[in-house]
């Protein structure tokens, strides 16, 4: 705990720098026990700066995800008052359920440097390399039921789109239901699962699944993943600093939750205005089946209304059906 109140105050400040003296007041312990835990967080590579008279400086954080650095400011907050940073796990969504089955509190987030089955809608594998890309699960308790919650996982992508666009100054767009798309290629996937009381329809707890590609490079996606994916890296040439983006995702999704469900129109709004399966050719995957469509338009139930060529018309929802572009993954 020591380390990270001391890597709290020096996050504070903002890169100023603070006296030994002064941390020490102000977490009631000696002088040597603040300097331990300086020499403790340079060992585990945080770049830190004395000078005699001044004090210590933060100037660089590792390249790691860090509960202190991404919780500033969440205390208070109906999501990322306790976050959990591991190394590597089989699914941060897997991990997210056996907490809250322990009784974890709402807001809880938990991040991963890697997954090693990280999961995609439909049974489908979300690759999930080390120390490259964002993997994070966020557990909700709330009090409804499961319809009201159904247009959750719409809500989201537009709170991880904003998230991104705050964070790297791109303009992101949304694959209905809820895949991220740069560049015509998938760069962020959500996997929302719930949990329902048995016998009532009530929700025990939801958690909320995501997953951005950020600093891969081409080649560290698999083969048959290469000309459909991409990473923020590839799109901008720069690499993002995960902890800041982590940040951006969690202030998106408590200014979402704060609006859920009032502020419908805003959201749904927002939604189609990212939503670049309007207006395409697309496939609807429905049971092994596949049919030639037109997307016409999102309904206020953020439901895809599509065309076939035979004159009728449908209003899908996404537990039933995925929708593939005809001319590319859009
Ligand atoms: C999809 O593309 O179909 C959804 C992908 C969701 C991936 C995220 S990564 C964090 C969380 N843990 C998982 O196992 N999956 C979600």
Known sequence: MGQESVLALLLQQSGQYLSGETMSQQLGVSRTAIWKSIAQLKEQGYEIDSVKNK?????KSPDRLDKVVISQGFAQSPIGGEILCLPTIDSTNNEVKRLAMAGAKSGLVVTAEEQTQGKGRRGRQFHSPPDTGLYM?????????????????????????EGIA??????VGIKWTNDLLLGGKKL????????????????EYVVIGIGINVNHQKCQFPLDLQDIS????EETGE???RNRLCRSIISALNRMISSFPQGKEDYLEKYRQRCLTLGQD????????????????????FRLLVSY??????????????????????
């Not at 004090?55 to 100037?59: E, R, T």
């Open 282 to 301: 697309v496939f609807v995957l429905r049971g092994g089946q596949k049919q030639e469509a037109k997307a016409l338009e999102i309904d206020d139930e």
């Open 137 to 161: 699960s966020v557990l909700l308790r709330p009090q409804c039921t499961v319809e009201t919650l159904t247009p959750l996982t719409a809500w989201v992508a537009v709170a991880v789109a």
């Open 239 to 241: 690499k993002l600093c």
């Open 309 to 330: 060529p035979q004159g009728t018309q449908e209003f899908l929802s996404s537990g039933d059906v995925s929708v593939r572009g005809k001319f590319g993954y859009i």
């Open 166 to 171: 705050a964070c790297a100054s791109v303009d």
């Open 55 to 59: 004090g210590y400086a933060l100037l």
């Open 230 to 233: 991409t990473s923020l890296y």
């Open 188 to 203: 962020s996937g959500i996997l929302t699962e719930l949990a329902l009381e048995t016998q009532t329809n009530f929700v």
